[in-house]
């Protein structure tokens, strides 16, 4: 069983930056495959980034790449979302999922469904 903690959400002004970090409970965080995503107002949860277990393989959707940056401390059991340029439609819940099993590609990190540990999300609000 894995626990997970978002923190480092809150309000910026477009073309700002957010620190998120997770922190989660365990002692095999090591092995996870760790994921970020985000739900805004009225939309389904989408796919924003992940970062393989050992660190090696990173993810990021194409709204996203180039702007954010996903990293993960494995002595300290915390990922991180280090994002840059923020603009208004970045806004959102921002969750973070973590998966024990082997995942194969990009399909299968982007893939909510595969993830079995969720955070409760942190709010991130850019404004114009």
């Known amino acids: 069983q894995v626990q997970l903690v978002e923190s480092g959400g809150g309000l910026v002004q477009a073309g700002g930056s957010l620190r998120l970090s997770c922190a989660a409970s365990?002692?095999?965080?090591?092995?996870?495959?760790m994921g970020w995503f985000r739900q805004a107002p009225g939309k389904e949860r989408e796919f924003v980034s992940a970062i393989s277990a050992s660190g090696g393989s990173t993810y990021y959707a194409d709204s996203v790449k180039g702007r954010f940056t996903i990293s993960r401390e494995n002595s300290k059991n915390t990922v991180h979302l280090q994002m840059n340029s923020l603009k208004p439609e970045d806004t959102a819940v921002y969750y973070c999922?973590?998966?024990?099993?082997?995942?194969?590609?990009?399909?299968?990190?982007?893939?909510?469904?595969?993830?079995?540990?969720w955070g409760q999300g942190t709010q991130v609000t850019v404004s114009s």
């Open positions: 999922a973590a998966e024990s099993r082997p995942l194969y590609g990009s399909r299968w990190y982007s893939n909510e469904a595969l993830y079995d540990y």
């Open positions: 365990g002692r095999t965080f090591s092995t996870y495959a």
